[in-house]
């Protein structure tokens, strides 16, 4: 399998964040793989950025994947019901990630479909197909994703991402979409870093 390598992983986050758009997430989950388009991500630094979990290398139960080595998925509960995946990047002890906050549904799409909403995709209303994958709790929603997964190796074959769509024997046309920087969404409390242009999309999605 083209798996993205830890190396992928180990450098600059706001970098990876937009590296990641148009790349292939997928999850293995009961014996199929699981496939999105990644369409949108945010960066979170936490040397620097007062957004971030571990803002100030404050550690805690919570947020202590994001110290450990890149390459692994840090995966937390808001609201006391959407899980959110983040991708942790920079070397250990730095404690950051790449939150995927959206995804285009393209391998596995009726177990997808089942996870989202317990129904086919066929029976998908218009609505529903739009927003299938566009926000981090119903991506994770639609992989079966939980804190359980928490930690879980990216390279490992259970969860990854690939760059290469054939691999999955897709045969997806080139991303050509224009990417478009922004502000992160839902962080009104982090003073200057509420401005900081670390939510990337395609256009299209922008807000």
Known sequence: MAILPRDFYNGDTVAIARNLLGKILVRRYEGQ??????????????????????????????????????????????????????????????????????????????????????????????????????GPGKLCKALALTRAEDGTDLTGGTLWVTDDPADLGLALPQETRPIAAAKRIGIDYAEEAKDFLWRFTYEEHAK
Do not use: W
């Open 33 to 134: 793989n699981l496939a999105l388009r990644i369409t949108e991500t945010e960066a979170y630094v936490g040397r620097c950025d007062k957004a971030c979990h571990a803002y100030g290398y404050r550690k805690t139960a919570r947020n202590a994947t994001m110290f450990g080595p890149p390459g692994h998925a840090y995966i937390y509960l808001i609201y006391g019901m959407h899980h959110c995946l983040n991708l942790v990047t920079e070397r250990e002890g730095e404690p950051s990630a790449v939150l995927i906050r959206g995804g285009e549904p393209v391998l596995g799409t009726p177990a997808m479909a089942r996870l989202r909403y317990g129904t086919a995709p066929e029976a998908l209303t218009a609505y529903q197909r739009k927003h299938f994958g566009d």
